[in-house]
C-alpha cells in the first residue's frame, strides 16, 4: 500500500521496452538524432501548433530553465505560496535565474486567486528599481494538492499577465493528470487560454526519466538552447528521452496511465468518504488525495505497511487538535487491489 | 563505419536489461532507495576507500559542480588550453560557479605541463585582488585527444596543486579508457597521486545517461547535496541511474567494453600506420584515433559512408597544404569488422 | 519642511572639508593608502577589538556582500518580513550571492520575533535539499520603520543563530541613530551580544557616500576582498571614502549629528502628540516619525511644501477609512526651525 | 617624482569645490535630483546626441554593467588578450553577467586585430550551443599600454561587429585622454565609428569618483536601471557623482586636465628619448609612458624617490637580459617640474 509519490513508482513496460529497442545502433548526439526530431514533430502535433521543445534532468531544470528564458533583472516571479518551485526546488529558480525571486501568491486549494495575483504585480510598479520588476507568472496544472485550475481560471489569469506583459508558465509535472482530469486537449489547457511556457513532465507518470520544456512560441525560445547547455542539461545520448516520450505518445499511454492514476485517487476518496477514520480534507481532481486522520490512526497506518506522507495544512483550522494531514498519491503503478486493501483496512 | 563519437553509440544489452528489471516496485525517490545506497558502496570498493558519490545528468553537470565545490570568489580553474571544460561546455563551469574563470594551460599532446602550470599558477599572486585567485585544477584522463596521462604525470601535477593549496579535478569522461590504457587501479589512477575529485562518466563507454561525482574525501563534500539540487540535477527516479552503474559494475563490464573500444582504436591505428591515405596525427593511447589525411580523401570517406569529426590542429605545422585532420572514435559498440572494413578501404 | 529621507541630505560641513583637505597629492589607490588604514584602526578602536572592514558604495552592497561573505548553496536567509533586504533592494542580496533566497518573519514594530523566528528556522530540516539551508540572519538597527531593538533583544535573536549555527548580522544604515537612541556603545550593541557583521551606514548620517561592511572576526573575513573585487566595489581611489570616516569620527561627529537627528524626531513627535490633526502610529526611537492622518491633510500639508513619504501600514486595523500613514524622517541637516514650523501648522 | 598611475591622484580644486558647494540642502535621492538631470543632459550634448546616462562606482562596475546589458546565455565577449576587463577586474565582468566568459584577442600595440577579432568571432559558428555565442566586443580607448585607436581602426572594428550582430562597446576609463590625443569629439570617436556603449571614466582625470555607462542609443538601456540596482551601484546621494561630472565638464575642465597629463607624457618622453639610461617600448599616445632599463637603473631610480610600475612584457624579445620594462602615468597632478627633476636625472 504505497501512496508515498508518483515518483516512487518505476518505470511502464512499455517505456522499459522502447529504451531496449534504442539501446542498439548510433544516432546523433546532443538531441539532432532523427527520433530526437520526430518526437518533437509529435510534441507539435498534440498541442497543435509548432512549438519548441527541449528534454532536461528534471521537473525543477524545466522550471527553471523556463524561468531563465523569461528572465529580468531584478525580476520577480509570482506563483502560488505553497508552489514546488518557491517551497521545494532548493533555490533552483533563483539560482539558473542569477537571483529572480519566486513571490508567493495566496489562493484557495491550491490555485493562484486572481484578484491576489494582479494586487501583488501591483505591487511592483513599473519603473521602481528599489523593488525589482515583474517578469512572468507560474500556475502548477495539476496543483501541488491535487486540484487543477478549469480552462476558465487559466484563461482569467492570463488575462491578468497579457495586462501586465507577463508571460505565463505552467508548471506540467502532473500535466496528463490535469488533462485527463478536466477531458480536454493539451491545445485548450495552454496555448488557447494564453499559456506560452510548459514544463512538460512525463517522469511522474510512467516515464523514469522524462521532462520537457514546451515554448508555444518558437520565435521565444530562441536563447534556450544555450541556457540549457549553460546549465548542463543538454543530454548527449538524447535519443533515449526521446525513446521514452516515443513510447509515452504512442497508442496514447500517457492518457491511459493518467486516467489510471486519477481513477485510482477517485477509488480512494471514495473508501475514505466511507469511513470514519479518516476524512478528505477536500476533493480531489487529479492523483493526490489529501485526508485528515488523528495522529495515533497516522502511526497505525504506517505500522501496517501504509507508505504515505504527512503534508503541512495550507490553512489554519483545518486540522483539528491531535490531527494531522495525509497525502496519499496514487500513479499508473498502483494496484486496484492496493487501493481496495486500504479500504478495507478504513472500513 | 561510424566513428564519429562514443556518445553516438547506444546502450549496452546488460544496461538495457538492468533498467528493464528496475522498472517495477516503488523506491524511495531523490537518490534514498535502497540500490543507491547499494551502487555507493560500490564505489567505495572501486576506489578502495569511503568515497562520496553524486549521479548528475551530464559530464559537464559533473565538471561544472566539482568547481562548484571548490568556488572561490574570483575563482580561476587551471587546465589544458583545449580542455572539454574550457572549449565544449557552452559557459557551464563559468555559469555553475557563478563567474569562475578557466584560465587554459599549454602542454604537449593534451596534457597540463607540469612546468606551465606552475608558471601559471604563479601568475596569480595571492592577495592581490584584481587578478582573482587561484581555486583549482583540472585535468581531463583520457584527455580530449586520445592521450592519457601516466601516474607520474599525476602525481607530478598533484604535487603542484599541493605546493599552491588546490584541489586537483579529473574529468573523467573517458575514466574507464584511461584506466584500462594504464592497466591500473581507480585507486592509484586518482586518490594515491593526488586526485580529489572526479567526473566519472559511464555514458561514453555504455550506459545511456550515468555520470557521477566522485569527492574521495566525503568530509569536503559537504555542500554537494544543496550544489546539486540547486543546479536541478537531482533526479527524482534517481534509482534508475543507479541501476545502470550497478550493471556497469557488474562482471567487470565497464572494464571489458574499455578494454574493447582501445583495442578497436589500437586495430584502426594499425590499418592507418600501413596505409598510404592517412597518417596517424600521434599515437592513440585510448579509444580516439587521429589521422592526417587530404581533404579530398576525406570527402571521399565521407561519400563511402565513413562518419568522423574533423578537428582543429593543436598546433601549427602539423597539417599540410590541402590536409586535415580528423577524429576516429571507437567505442564498446564499433564493430571489428567495421574497423577492418575501413582498413580494407584505405590499403 | 523637508522630511523625506535622511539620504536626501547633503553632506556635514566637516565632511566636505574633509575631502577638500585630501584632494591634493598623491595616495596608493584601492584601499591600500596611510589614511585608509588609519580608519580601519579607528573602526578597531570604536568596536573596541580587532575587526576587519571594507568600504563599498551603498548600503545595499555592504548588506549583500556581507551576505555574500556567508553564503551557502540553496542558502536562505532570514529577516523580517518588511526588512529593506527584502522589499527595498532590487534583489541585489539575491544577485550577489547568486540566488540566496530571503525568508521574511514577522515580529512587531519592526522588529524580528523571536519565537516566530526559531519557528522559520525549524521549517528548515538540516539536510532536507529540497528547501534549501539555512546560512543567515539579519536584523535591522535601527528598524525600517524608526524602532530599535533592545540589548537584550539582540541577544536572544543572537542566541536563536547560535542554536541553529547561523551568523548573525546587523544591517546597520542607521547605526549611529540606534546607538544614539540605546545610549550605548558599538561594542555592546553588536559582538558583545552576538552580532558577527555590520553593515555600518554613515551616508544617512551626514556623509556623501560612507558605507563599510564590519566583519567582527577578521579571520572570517578572508574572502572578503575577492567578493569586493567580484562585485565591483574596490574604489580605485579609496582615500576619499577614508577621508569621510575619518571627519565622521573626529570629535564623536557621528553621534553628534545622529543625537540631533534623533532630538528633531522626538521634537516632531512632541508637536504631532499635541496635534489634534495627525496621530502617532508609534512611538519613535530614532530618527523616523510615523503619523496617520487623514489624506486630505496629507495633500494639504503636500501643498504647503511639506515632503514626507506615504508608508505601507504594516498591519491591518491601524489606518482607518480615508486615512494614510506618513513616514517623517530627521536628519543631521533637519533644522529645528523647521519643525517648529510644521508644529505650528499643524497646532 | 610619482609616475605610479592616475588614480594616485586626488581630485582638482574644482571638483572639490563643486562637491563643497552641492554639501547642503536637500535633494531628491537615486539619482532623480534636478542636479542629476542637468548632467545627464550635459552628456547629451556632449555626445550629440540623446543618450541614457547611469552612475556607477568603478571603472569595473561600468565594464561589467555594460556586459550584462548585452549579456546572452553562453556569451564570449571578445577584447584585447591583455585587456583590463580581462586581467585586472577579478573576475567582475563574469560575475556580474552570470558567467559570460572573456575571450582575448591579440594585437599590436594593445589594440585589437581586425583580422584577428574577426576570425575569433568565426570560431564560435552561430547555433553551436557547445562553444556558446559572441555577444559583444570591447576596445579600450586609450589603452591599457597608452597607445589609442584611429578613428579609421574604430571603424573598422565596428564594421566586424555589424557583419556579426555584435554591439561594440568602449572601455573609456582614459577616454579624455584618448579624445585629446586625437583631437576629436566625444561623438566622432562612438557612435559615429559604431561604438554603441561607452564606459565614461572621470575618476582617472580629476574627479574622486565618477564613472558613467553612457548607452548611445537610450531604447537599448532599458534593463540598465535594474541591472545597476540589482549589482548595488545606485548611489542614494547620486547628486555628488553628478556634480563632480559637472564641474568636469564646465569650461572644458576634462579637456584641459586631458591635454596637460598627455602633455606631460610628451614631455616625459622626450626625456626618456635623449636619455642613455632607458628607452621607450613604443611612441607614447595619451598619458602612460613605458620604458626600458637596466633592472638595477629601476632599483636606482626608486631608492630616488620614483614611483612607477614595473609591466609585464606584452611581447618577447622586447626585454633584454638583466631588463625590466617600467610603466610611467601621467595626470592631470602631474607638476612640470617634476618630470624636469627626472629628465634631469636622467640625462
Sequence with gaps: MNFASDNWAGAHPAIAQALTEQSGGFATAYGLSDLDRAVEGRFCEIFEREVAVFFVATGTAANSLSMALVNRPGGVIFCHAHAHMLEDEGGAPEYLTGGARTHGVEGALGRVGTGALGKAIQQFPAEFVHMGQPMAVSITQATEIGTVYSLDEIAAISQTCRAHGLPLHM???????????????PAEMTWKRGVDIVSFGATKNGCWCAEAIVVMDPTQARDMPFLRKRAAHLFSKSRFIAAQFDAYFRDDLWLKNARHANAMAVRLAGHIGKSSRLRLAWQPAANEVFAIMASSTAEEFK?????????QAPHEGLIGEGEMLGRFVTSFATAEEEVDRFGGMIA
Design 171 to 185: 508548471d506540467g509535472a502532473r500535466f496528463a493528470n490535469a488533462l485527463a482530469a478536466l477531458d480536454t486537449t
Design 303 to 311: 505500522a501496517a505497511g501504509v507508505i504515505f506522507h504527512p503534508w
